[in-house]
């Protein structure tokens, strides 16, 4: 086994080109190991010493999130907690605050786990990875990323050095926001039972501009709710909501395993589609709702 | 008696502990010390058709690999001599050890494991309690008649263990009632789960061997040993370093036997350290499941005319201590009531799932949890609140329990009081929120224990106890008392503790009796030593001994404040001449008669020593469209007598019902058909959290309890562990509209209790 540390990018993408897996908090590597879900990699490269890709810096398209920003940074963030509050809903509920210090944006999207936190609010938020290898630099939208658990489209050989996220629409009297919620059983060292991420924008009227939705654990991948631009133009009342529940329940396929059961797990991911969309509407509207929505706002009984 | 203790609580083992420079077993190393591991059964019930070590042994770096060939034929048990170190012919749990392996390491360790070639002939696996009871049922232990077992143990092909309760006329007491309300309650098996996961270190110098093990009964440990091994107690000495948390997983006698007898075949030191998954599944100790089938006769106006229940007890493949759970469970299914007519049938039943054995409180939180919240149906059936329900029917002082014991002054109903006024019952609440009442008790366990106190020339004083510290603060409250005594600070004293060959007997950190009685002899060890100390300062000071006092690490004489001598100086005389060394062990306070009631399978259980009581009162809220349940405010009160030590007894209570609500929500063993338990991590075994914590706020209702502890204290540590999710349930049920009958009560059973 090789472990070697790389303190320039050139060095990482280097090492992966010779066939080494990176390795960034190893709070999912590492982890997996120890509990014999998959060996160690017989070639590791930390890449966790490459200060630039922990950069988070807003650009003209939106922002650009280095890939080993940490979930206890992007959970407090201003620009990722006033722009895309969605993400940080996502990350403040990662594990423990040992768990947020050391995991990252870049390991959890990359892990590839239909269970992952970060996942539903970046896909609805229509966000990209940027993977880089000695042979070049391409970007992959996350709904093409992802192809069953623990598995995506990058080459071995690539890095994930950033994850990017258009800026939410600024047409004039809009407004835009994003919320996740999952279900949890405990309120830390949890893992998603379901969970689902919502991107609104809402016209100055109060009728739905967009709505995008996505779901956290009841497919082999995180996966996007489709047919929701029946809601475009409309407000988003009690009926809306209970539909756009009702749509996500249909089009999860859950299993049934030691956390839930398939029919519970159906049920739960509509209540939570129908809670981040309403948060996000929320936000959208202007309202204060505190991260992660989680707390705030009454998931799993946590007012 | 002496002066008042202080309020503050110093932990002689805290800074290492919170430090890190403490040692727990698994941190030990000794020179050429190999690795353990064991094969286990995998497999719930089968025939061995095969087994081949000759493979492992014969691989580079492997030293010894056991089997039941390779030690004493013996059957052991405390209860029912069931169980043998190794698997002989038949494998009934996953958990089962088939063979034992020491090597270089622990990954060669494992090749050895794997290399090792075990057949089964697959028997059918029995998880059902009611079909395992049924006649024609297979039998877990074909040979069962042919078990050693105690006198007092009634048992009948897989029953295990049966207890009854029967006191006045059942029947008649049915027939009198305007209601009759019958419920069952299903309560699945759950962990222990210490945050340490067991180690086992062995060491043998000529034909004496030392074991440092993470045991909370070092005793225990020993005769275990000494039982299996076929050795006196003179040749083997347990030791127990810091131990991370046991909540009784780790009482009983477990590995020091494998890795003693893996020791002498290696001739090397040989470590055992548990994984995590190895700490769910494999030791013969988790928390039983359960079913309660329960009945209760009740007039219009709220009075209970009787009580009839039936009580199935998962005892797993084998009878650890759970031998005496038939009648325990009895007795909290009857619960702390006036009824004039008792019956009650309990069965330990054995499956093919992990042996169950003492957890904090064992019985007791599923008993009541059925029995607590079966009462709140019953007062529901008279229309009454359920709180002045149970103020009507709760025994207090005087009365005469189902068991027939005549209580001395207990604190049932100003328990009741306070639990209900520290979460203000009968506010107005949101209608997502309600509180549900429930309330427990538990005994004392008295039993022998010893103490030496001794003060060395430069006045430093030792307590040497053979008194297990399991984390509850106990042992560490020895000083406390001994300090009283004494006329010192705690922190003068040093302990030694935790090892057989050093200090005198001691039942070990279970049934919550070591403050109860190792107190006891601590006190009378420190009395022998102040009365030297006195005898030693009349001299000095020219006084009679009877008006010396012992006060701030002086010898003063009475009335004259000028006449003093420090503690240490007379140590430094007591040194030249006769030491200062006290023993003590005292007389248990003996078990209170029963009049009235007869048991059958009687182990003991029916008589409360000092019986403790408590009430919980829980505020819960409930997410409705999820059926996800949150703590948000618990009130406890507990009578557990004199509380000597109150910071420590409010970590007791916290961590009790911490528990308590782990229980009643979240913790449950889930099991696939063939018997493998699914969720052997922390991950999908769900312990709650600090995150979880409500507020929780506790009044001891404080009464000087005679035939009791030290000071009129009675026990604590499992008191807190029963009433939890009894209350939890029955604010659940007001909100779903009826009880959700299954333990744990998770999301998804709340959920469906409530779309029924
Ligand atoms: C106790 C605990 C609790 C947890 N709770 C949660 C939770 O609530 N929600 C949740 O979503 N996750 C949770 N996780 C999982 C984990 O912490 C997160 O997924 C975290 O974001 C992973 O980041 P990391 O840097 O530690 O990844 P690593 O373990 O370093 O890497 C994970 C995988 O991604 C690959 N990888 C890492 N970085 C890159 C990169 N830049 N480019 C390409 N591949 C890369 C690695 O090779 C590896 O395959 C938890 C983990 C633990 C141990």
Redesign the interface.
Same mark, same amino acid.
Request: aromatic share 6%; net charge negative.
């Given at each position: 086994m090789t472990f070697t540390i790389a303190t320039t990018l050139d060095d990482a993408l280097a090492a992966m080109a010779a066939g080494a897996r990176p390795v960034a908090g190893g709070s999912d590597l590492v982890v997996a190991a120890r509990?014999g879900k998959a060996p160690l990699p017989g070639s590791i490269v930390a890449i966790d010493r490459l200060g630039d890709l922990a950069q988070i810096t807003g650009t003209a398209d939106g922002v650009r999130i280095g890939a080993l920003a940490t979930h206890a940074t992007l959970m407090r963030h201003p620009l990722i907690v006033d722009s895309y509050p969605g993400l940080a809903d996502a990350s403040a509920l990662v594990g423990?605050p040992a768990t947020r210090n050391v995991g990252t944006l870049g390991g959890n999207v990359m892990n590839s786990s239909p269970a992952m936190d970060t996942g539903a609010p970046l896909l609805a938020l229509g966000a990209s990875v940027e993977l880089r290898s000695v042979t070049g630099t391409r970007i992959v939208p996350l709904g093409e990323l992802w192809t069953g658990p623990g598995r995506n489209v990058a080459a071995a050989d690539e890095l994930c050095t950033a994850v990017l996220i258009p800026a939410p629409a600024t047409a004039r009297g809009t407004a835009s926001s994003s919320a996740y919620v999952r279900?949890?059983? +405990? +309120?830390?060292?949890e893992?998603a039972v379901v969970g689902a991420g919502a991107s609104i924008t809402v016209a100055a009227d109060g009728t739905v501009e967009s709505i995008a939705i996505a779901l956290t654990a009841v497919a082999p991948t995180i996966i996007s709710v489709t047919g929701l631009d029946a809601f475009v133009g409309k407000p988003l009342d009690v009926a809306a909501l209970a539909a756009v529940g009702a749509i996500a329940s249909e089009q999860a396929s859950p299993i049934s395993d030691? +956390?839930?059961?398939d029919s519970?797990r159906r049920?739960?991911v509509g209540?939570m589609a129908r809670r981040a969309a309403e948060a996000a509407a929320r936000r959208a509207g202007g309202e204060l709702i505190a991260i992660p929505v989680n707390r705030a706002f009454?998931?799993?009984?946590? +007012? | 008696m002496p002066a008042a203790t202080t309020p503050r609580f110093v932990r002689a083992d805290g800074p290492d502990k919170v430090t890190g420079s403490g040692r727990y077993t698994a941190d030990l190393t000794l020179t050429g010390m190999l690795a353990a591991k064991f094969r286990y059964a995998e497999i719930a019930h089968g025939r061995i058709t095969r087994l081949d070590v000759s493979a492992a042994r014969a691989m580079p770096g492997v030293f010894a690999v056991l089997t039941a060939d390779d030690v004493p034929d013996v059957r052991f048990g405390p209860f029912v001599q069931d169980r043998t170190l190794f698997a002989r012919d038949v494998v009934r749990y996953e958990g089962e050890v088939v063979a034992a392996v020491a090597a270089v390491n622990a990954t060669v360790a494992q090749l050895a494991v794997d290399a090792i070639v075990v057949e089964y002939e697959p028997l059918p696996v029995i998880t059902d309690l009611e079909a395992a009871l049924a006649g024609d049922s297979l039998l877990v232990h074909d040979g069962w008649a042919g078990y050693g077992a105690g006198d007092p143990v009634v048992r009948d092909r897989n029953d295990a263990s049966f207890s009854s309760i029967t006191k006045g006329d059942v029947d008649a007491g049915l027939a009198e009632a305007d209601h009759v309300v019958s419920s069952r309650y299903v309560a699945d098996g759950c962990h222990a789960a210490p945050i340490e996961p067991r180690a086992v270190l062995a060491q043998w110098e000529g034909n004496k061997v030392t074991i440092w093990t993470s045991t909370q009964v070092p005793f225990d440990a020993r005769a275990g040993v000494c039982e299996t091994l076929e050795m006196p107690a003179s040749r083997v000495r347990i030791i127990v370093p810091h131990l991370g948390g046991g909540f009784g997983g780790k009482c009983g006698f477990h590995y020091e036997a494998h890795i003693a007898a893996l020791a002498r075949a290696a001739k090397r030191p040989v470590r055992l350290v548990f994984s995590r998954r190895e700490e769910f599944f494999a030791p013969d100790r988790r928390r039983e499941g359960m079913i309660i089938d329960v009945q209760t006769g009740v007039r219009s106006d709220g009075t209970i005319t009787a009580r009839k229940a039936w009580i199935a007890i998962d005892n797993g493949a084998y009878t650890t201590d759970a031998g005496f759970f038939s009648q325990l469970a009895a007795m909290h299914v009857s619960g702390p009531y006036k009824i004039p007519n008792v019956h009650i049938d309990a069965h330990l039943v054995y499956t093919n799932l992990q042996p169950s054995g003492s957890v904090r409180a064992p019985t007791a939180p599923q008993a009541c949890w059925a029995l607590e919240s079966h009462t709140d149906e019953v007062a529901k059936a008279v229309g009454m609140d359920p709180v002045a329900f149970r103020k009507l029917n709760a025994v207090d002082t005087g009365d005469i329990g189902p068991s027939g014991q005549t209580y001395g002054e207990i604190g049932v109903q100003r328990c009741i009081d306070e639990a209900t006024a520290l979460v203000d019952y009968g506010q107005a609440l949101p209608d997502?929120e309600a509180i549900g009442v429930a309330i427990g008790w538990w005994p004392s366990f008295s039993v022998p224990s010893g103490a030496y106190l001794k003060i060395d020339g430069d006045g430093s004083a030792q307590i040497i106890t053979g008194a297990q510290e399991c984390g509850t603060g106990a042992v560490m409250t020895l000083r406390q008392l001994a300090a009283d005594e004494l006329g010192m600070n705690a922190e003068d004293f040093e302990l030694v503790y935790q090892d057989t060959s050093v200090a005198p007997y001691d039942m070990g950190a279970t049934g919550s009796q070591t403050l109860f009685n190792n107190g006891r002899a601590v006190v009378a060890a420190a009395g022998q030593v102040a009365e030297q100390l006195r005898s030693l300062a009349a001299e000095f000071l020219e006084a009679a001994p009877a008006d010396i006092v012992l006060a701030d690490g002086h010898a003063h004489v009475a009335g004259s404040p000028t006449s003093t001598v420090s503690i240490a100086e007379l140590a430094g005389i007591a040194a030249g001449s006769e030491l200062l060394i006290g023993h003590g062990s005292g007389t248990p306070p003996a078990a209170p008669p029963l009049a009235g009631s007869s048991c059958v399978g009687d182990l003991g259980m029916a008589a409360f020593v000092a019986p403790q009581f408590s009430c919980h009162a829980v505020r819960?809220? =409930?997410?409705r469209?999820?059926g %996800? %349940?949150?703590v948000m405010e618990v009130g406890t009160a507990h009578d557990s007598g004199t509380i000597i030590n109150e910071m420590g007894a409010l970590g007791q209570v916290e961590g009790g019902v911490m528990m308590g609500i782990g229980q009643a929500?979240?913790e449950g063993a889930?099991y696939d058909a063939d018997g493998h338990q699914?969720?052997t991590? =922390?991950?999908?075994y769900?312990l709650?959290?600090?995150?979880?914590s409500p507020v929780i706020r506790t009044h001891f209702v404080q009464i000087v309890t005679p035939d009791a502890g030290p000071r009129g204290a009675k026990g604590l540590a499992e008191a807190p562990n029963v009433a939890t999710a009894a209350a939890i349930s029955n604010a659940i049920a007001k909100l779903v509209g009826q009880p959700v009958r299954q333990l744990p009560m998770?999301?998804?059973r709340v959920?469906?209790a409530m779309q029924s």
């Amino acid at each position: 086994m090789t472990f070697t540390i790389a303190t320039t990018l050139d060095d990482a993408l280097a090492a992966m080109a010779a066939g080494a897996r990176p390795v960034a908090g190893g709070s999912d590597l590492v982890v997996a190991a120890r509990h014999g879900k998959a060996p160690l990699p017989g070639s590791i490269v930390a890449i966790d010493r490459l200060g630039d890709l922990a950069q988070i810096t807003g650009t003209a398209d939106g922002v650009r999130i280095g890939a080993l920003a940490t979930h206890a940074t992007l959970m407090r963030h201003p620009l990722i907690v006033d722009s895309y509050p969605g993400l940080a809903d996502a990350s403040a509920l990662v594990g423990s605050p040992a768990t947020r210090n050391v995991g990252t944006l870049g390991g959890n999207v990359m892990n590839s786990s239909p269970a992952m936190d970060t996942g539903a609010p970046l896909l609805a938020l229509g966000a990209s990875v940027e993977l880089r290898s000695v042979t070049g630099t391409r970007i992959v939208p996350l709904g093409e990323l992802w192809t069953g658990p623990g598995r995506n489209v990058a080459a071995a050989d690539e890095l994930c050095t950033a994850v990017l996220i258009p800026a939410p629409a600024t047409a004039r009297g809009t407004a835009s926001s994003s919320a996740y919620v999952r279900l949890e059983y +405990r +309120r830390a060292m949890e893992i998603a039972v379901v969970g689902a991420g919502a991107s609104i924008t809402v016209a100055a009227d109060g009728t739905v501009e967009s709505i995008a939705i996505a779901l956290t654990a009841v497919a082999p991948t995180i996966i996007s709710v489709t047919g929701l631009d029946a809601f475009v133009g409309k407000p988003l009342d009690v009926a809306a909501l209970a539909a756009v529940g009702a749509i996500a329940s249909e089009q999860a396929s859950p299993i049934s395993d030691l +956390r839930a059961s398939d029919s519970y797990r159906r049920h739960c991911v509509g209540v939570m589609a129908r809670r981040a969309a309403e948060a996000a509407a929320r936000r959208a509207g202007g309202e204060l709702i505190a991260i992660p929505v989680n707390r705030a706002f009454g998931i799993g009984a946590a +007012r | 008696m002496p002066a008042a203790t202080t309020p503050r609580f110093v932990r002689a083992d805290g800074p290492d502990k919170v430090t890190g420079s403490g040692r727990y077993t698994a941190d030990l190393t000794l020179t050429g010390m190999l690795a353990a591991k064991f094969r286990y059964a995998e497999i719930a019930h089968g025939r061995i058709t095969r087994l081949d070590v000759s493979a492992a042994r014969a691989m580079p770096g492997v030293f010894a690999v056991l089997t039941a060939d390779d030690v004493p034929d013996v059957r052991f048990g405390p209860f029912v001599q069931d169980r043998t170190l190794f698997a002989r012919d038949v494998v009934r749990y996953e958990g089962e050890v088939v063979a034992a392996v020491a090597a270089v390491n622990a990954t060669v360790a494992q090749l050895a494991v794997d290399a090792i070639v075990v057949e089964y002939e697959p028997l059918p696996v029995i998880t059902d309690l009611e079909a395992a009871l049924a006649g024609d049922s297979l039998l877990v232990h074909d040979g069962w008649a042919g078990y050693g077992a105690g006198d007092p143990v009634v048992r009948d092909r897989n029953d295990a263990s049966f207890s009854s309760i029967t006191k006045g006329d059942v029947d008649a007491g049915l027939a009198e009632a305007d209601h009759v309300v019958s419920s069952r309650y299903v309560a699945d098996g759950c962990h222990a789960a210490p945050i340490e996961p067991r180690a086992v270190l062995a060491q043998w110098e000529g034909n004496k061997v030392t074991i440092w093990t993470s045991t909370q009964v070092p005793f225990d440990a020993r005769a275990g040993v000494c039982e299996t091994l076929e050795m006196p107690a003179s040749r083997v000495r347990i030791i127990v370093p810091h131990l991370g948390g046991g909540f009784g997983g780790k009482c009983g006698f477990h590995y020091e036997a494998h890795i003693a007898a893996l020791a002498r075949a290696a001739k090397r030191p040989v470590r055992l350290v548990f994984s995590r998954r190895e700490e769910f599944f494999a030791p013969d100790r988790r928390r039983e499941g359960m079913i309660i089938d329960v009945q209760t006769g009740v007039r219009s106006d709220g009075t209970i005319t009787a009580r009839k229940a039936w009580i199935a007890i998962d005892n797993g493949a084998y009878t650890t201590d759970a031998g005496f759970f038939s009648q325990l469970a009895a007795m909290h299914v009857s619960g702390p009531y006036k009824i004039p007519n008792v019956h009650i049938d309990a069965h330990l039943v054995y499956t093919n799932l992990q042996p169950s054995g003492s957890v904090r409180a064992p019985t007791a939180p599923q008993a009541c949890w059925a029995l607590e919240s079966h009462t709140d149906e019953v007062a529901k059936a008279v229309g009454m609140d359920p709180v002045a329900f149970r103020k009507l029917n709760a025994v207090d002082t005087g009365d005469i329990g189902p068991s027939g014991q005549t209580y001395g002054e207990i604190g049932v109903q100003r328990c009741i009081d306070e639990a209900t006024a520290l979460v203000d019952y009968g506010q107005a609440l949101p209608d997502d929120e309600a509180i549900g009442v429930a309330i427990g008790w538990w005994p004392s366990f008295s039993v022998p224990s010893g103490a030496y106190l001794k003060i060395d020339g430069d006045g430093s004083a030792q307590i040497i106890t053979g008194a297990q510290e399991c984390g509850t603060g106990a042992v560490m409250t020895l000083r406390q008392l001994a300090a009283d005594e004494l006329g010192m600070n705690a922190e003068d004293f040093e302990l030694v503790y935790q090892d057989t060959s050093v200090a005198p007997y001691d039942m070990g950190a279970t049934g919550s009796q070591t403050l109860f009685n190792n107190g006891r002899a601590v006190v009378a060890a420190a009395g022998q030593v102040a009365e030297q100390l006195r005898s030693l300062a009349a001299e000095f000071l020219e006084a009679a001994p009877a008006d010396i006092v012992l006060a701030d690490g002086h010898a003063h004489v009475a009335g004259s404040p000028t006449s003093t001598v420090s503690i240490a100086e007379l140590a430094g005389i007591a040194a030249g001449s006769e030491l200062l060394i006290g023993h003590g062990s005292g007389t248990p306070p003996a078990a209170p008669p029963l009049a009235g009631s007869s048991c059958v399978g009687d182990l003991g259980m029916a008589a409360f020593v000092a019986p403790q009581f408590s009430c919980h009162a829980v505020r819960v809220r =409930l997410d409705r469209d999820t059926g %996800v %349940v949150r703590v948000m405010e618990v009130g406890t009160a507990h009578d557990s007598g004199t509380i000597i030590n109150e910071m420590g007894a409010l970590g007791q209570v916290e961590g009790g019902v911490m528990m308590g609500i782990g229980q009643a929500l979240t913790e449950g063993a889930q099991y696939d058909a063939d018997g493998h338990q699914r969720n052997t991590g =922390l991950l999908e075994y769900k312990l709650q959290t600090c995150a979880d914590s409500p507020v929780i706020r506790t009044h001891f209702v404080q009464i000087v309890t005679p035939d009791a502890g030290p000071r009129g204290a009675k026990g604590l540590a499992e008191a807190p562990n029963v009433a939890t999710a009894a209350a939890i349930s029955n604010a659940i049920a007001k909100l779903v509209g009826q009880p959700v009958r299954q333990l744990p009560m998770t999301a998804e059973r709340v959920w469906k209790a409530m779309q029924s």
